[in-house]
């Protein structure tokens, strides 16, 4: 099916194929898109397999997995799991929908699917009469036991059809220019918005997106829990604009992570060989380069690494469509007419704009009337530069807290360790009590490490980096709609790096009718709408 006539001057196309028996199609489809003046601004495929290997993709655990192309302008995303299943995890409408093979079972699930107009096409077994299809609202084109070309063009009016139109692009304001914001804005200007970037300081990633270095992790726990799955969901786009953005080895390095887990025995989650590419169990070379004995339990995440998040911001706002606007503070955000309009202390308006999101850490309560909660949560890590001789890990340790072992920082080569986890602590301000909890918890993450900076921490070298994180109740994002034009990435904790670019996809996909980059389920835990204020 040639989908260049059909898709002349769209803003977007959206296919999905389900199956792969014939063939992954999405490389002639891109190649299609490449290939094509008069081709859609933004290409979405998105592909359904049962299980297995989808070369040259790897770490294909059950769920959804996003890959971005051509600068995001075109976006993968591969589905595993059994097919009704995953059919129903779909949260989108599609212009082009691809089988294997049609059953009555699987028919009935098509409708949900699709738009007036929507191409349905199977090059496989067709267990479905033209009856059948009418009935759901489809028009037969040519139709044999072994392939089908029919319409979606119902006749009645279609409960759940979505009658408004996703909303052109055109001005936003983005409050907020740490993580969570600059990830949302560089995602709606992709889909040709114009954003306008407010902070309160005069640069941005003045918060706690200043860190000198993070960590990029998968959290992995033997169970496969709920925040591992959205984990691997965020680490891997996190990866990809790292990939296509940063400077390796000077604002991010896919080093791998390594996690101490002590006298924890218990094993990975048995999801097959996929999980090699994101968790494994630690090596013995592994583990003496971090200088841990052998029996010590360790597992290797390998899509992991360390990233220099301001760079990251700024590589973000760097990006075309978008505008920062520092010594800025936002007082409150109010209707204005169809739009809204954001003001200072004073009433004056500072914009107005059909689309505002407030991403805006501890502020985002407050400007948002209390329709969501956040409590602070202060850290502090300890970092000092490296010294001749110390016996230092050769990767990054994570465990009971986290230890770089090599950032470049403008003084030089540093390592750095932490962090606190100050509940209801609002108050940033450096504290010598910090380093001493840090080094005792380094001693407890690695005891050789320990040892070897205990001179630096004893003599006063240590240097100290505070501030404060704001998270939710159950310490997940707050992320989605408010009211219309009205919308929220907020409370990243100490997950920015994880789950920044994961929301502003997700809220860029809602507002445009677009697949989603997580299953239904999974996104449902990231709903700023899933709590109460209270």
């Not at 995890?89 to 009555?104: C, I, S």
């Not at 349905?120 to 009418?134: D, I, N, S, Y």
């Not at 070309?149 to 139109?165: D, E, F, I, T």
């Not at 691997?232 to 990939?243: D, K, L, Y």
């Amino acid at each position: 099916m040639d989908p260049r006539a059909a898709w002349a001057q769209a803003g977007q196309w959206r296919v999905l194929q389900a199956g792969l028996a014939g063939g992954l199609r999405f490389p002639a489809t891109l190649q299609a898109w490449r290939d094509d003046p008069q081709r859609p601004a933004l290409l979405h495929y998105v592909a359904i397999t049962v299980a297995g290997p989808v070369p040259p993709w790897s770490g294909l655990t059950p769920g959804f997995h996003r890959f971005s192309f051509e600068d995001g302008r075109v976006l993968l995303t591969l589905c595993v799991g059994e097919l009704a299943a995953m059919l129903k995890e779909q949260a989108f409408r599609a212009d082009v929908l691809l089988f294997d093979a049609l059953a009555p079972a699987t028919l009935k699930a098509l409708p949900r699917l699709c738009r007036p107009g929507s191409q349905l096409a199977c090059e496989g077994p067709v267990q479905v009469t033209p009856r059948e299809l009418a009935s759901l609202g489809f028009v037969v084109d040519s139709i044999a036991q072994d392939g089908l070309q029919a319409r979606y063009a119902p006749a009645w009016q279609v409960k759940g059809l979505p009658q408004a139109s996703p909303p052109c692009p055109s001005d936003c304001i983005v409050v907020g220019a740490g993580l969570a914001g600059a990830a949302v804005a560089a995602s709606l200007a992709r889909r040709g918005w114009s954003v306008r970037v407010l902070d309160v300081a005069a640069e941005p990633a003045a918060g706690a997106s200043s860190l000198p270095g993070g960590l990029m992790a998968p959290h992995q726990s033997p169970d496969d829990n709920l925040l591992s799955r959205l984990s691997r969901s965020g680490v891997r786009i996190t990866w990809q604009e790292c990939a296509r953005l940063l400077e390796q080895g000077v604002d991010w390095a896919p080093s791998g992570v390594l996690e101490q887990r002590g006298n924890d025995q218990r094993p990975l989650p048995a999801l097959g060989p996929s999980l090699d590419a994101w968790s494994r169990d630690a090596d013995a070379a592994q583990k003496a380069a971090a200088g841990l004995p052998l029996q010590h339990a360790a597992w290797w995440h390998a899509t992991a690494g360390w990233v220099r998040p301001a760079a990251l911001v700024r590589a973000w706002l760097a990006g075309p469509g978008i505008v920062f606007q520092g010594n800025c503070k936002v007082h409150d955000v109010v209707r204005d007419g169809d739009g809204w309009m954001v003001r200072d202390a004073g009433g004056a308006a500072l914009g107005r704009a059909p689309l505002v999101v407030v991403a805006a850490a501890g502020a985002s309560a407050g400007l948002l009337a209390g329709r969501v909660t956040t409590h602070p949560v202060r850290g502090q890590v300890s970092w000092g530069l490296r010294q001749a001789g110390d016996i230092l890990p050769g990767h990054p340790v994570n465990g009971n807290g986290h230890f770089l072992p090599d950032l470049p920082l403008a003084a030089g080569r540093a390592w750095l360790t932490g962090s606190t986890y100050g509940r209801a602590d609002a108050d940033p301000s450096p504290r010598a009590q910090d380093h001493a909890a840090n080094l005792e918890r380094l001693r407890e993450l690695l005891p050789t490490a320990a040892a070897a900076l205990a001179p630096q921490f004893a003599g006063g070298a240590v240097q100290a980096w505070s501030n404060v994180r704001w998270a939710s109740s159950d310490r997940r994002p707050l992320a989605g709609e408010i009211e219309p034009g009205l919308w929220v990435s907020t409370a990243m904790g100490s997950r920015g790096l994880t789950f920044a670019a994961l929301c502003g996809e997700w809220i860029a996909a809602r507002l445009h009718g677009e697949p989603w980059p997580l299953q239904a389920r999974l996104a449902q835990a990231l709903d700023a709408r899933r709590v109460k204020s209270a």
